[in-house]
């Protein structure tokens, strides 16, 4: 079993700024990338950001210049700092790892979301 806890997510008013975390834990062997996605009302889910175990990042041009992603590999935890937040990043924030487990199987896991919501 592996779990990923996601924390960070609230209410900002527009041009403010949030750090989302996300741990993974249980029987984790190693984890390759790790991302976060987002789904707004009446979307479909889409990424934000993506970063390899080597530090590689890869971003949505909707947000390029304005949020980063993190990851401490010690402490299988990916971070994602938002800055000059706009109401259209609105939207509930999931996490996403390519774990594999101690067994080495390989598979993706998910976290529960997080909400954040950017109004005044």
């Known amino acids: 079993q592996v779990q990923l806890v996601e924390s960070g997510g609230g209410l900002v008013p527009p041009g403010g700024s949030l750090t989302l975390s996300c741990a993974a834990s249980g029987s984790i062997f190693s984890i390759n990338d790790m991302g976060w996605y987002r789904q707004a009302p009446g979307n479909q889910r889409e990424l934000v950001a993506t970063?390899?175990?080597?530090?590689?990042?890869n971003y949505a041009d909707s947000v390029k210049g304005r949020f980063t992603i993190s990851r401490d590999n010690a402490k299988n935890t990916v971070y994602l700092q938002m800055n000059s937040l706009k109401p259209e990043d609105t939207a509930v924030y999931y996490c996403?790892?390519?774990?594999?487990?101690?067994?080495?199987?390989?598979?993706?896991?998910w976290g529960q979301g997080t909400q954040v919501t950017v109004s005044s």
């Open positions: 996403n790892a390519a774990v594999v487990n101690t067994a080495r199987a390989r598979f993706a896991s």
């Open positions: 970063i390899t175990a080597g530090g590689s990042t």
